[in-house]
């Protein structure tokens, strides 16, 4: 490609910037979202592993159930 040559116009690389972004922002809400709402299941998976230094399957899936 030549010297100078736009790939894309000005406002359209400002349109795509903003959509990014918000494509980022909404990706890191739900992201926080998700741990917000398991905090609770992912704070009982100390305890039992202090005990023990693994857990079986259906331990695990009762910590999640």
Excluded: F, S
């Excluded at 406002?11 to 990014?20: G, M, N, S, V």
């Excluded at 009982?44 to 023990?52: I, K, M």
């Amino acid at each position: 490609m030549g010297h100078g040559c736009k790939l894309y116009y000005e406002p359209e690389k400002q349109d795509a910037e903003t959509e990014i972004n918000r494509l980022l922002t909404d990706a890191d809400r739900q992201a926080h979202e998700i741990i917000t709402a398991q905090r609770e299941k992912l704070t009982n998976w100390p305890r039992p592993l202090l005990v023990r230094e693994t857990l079986t399957r259906e331990e695990v899936l009762q910590l999640v159930a």
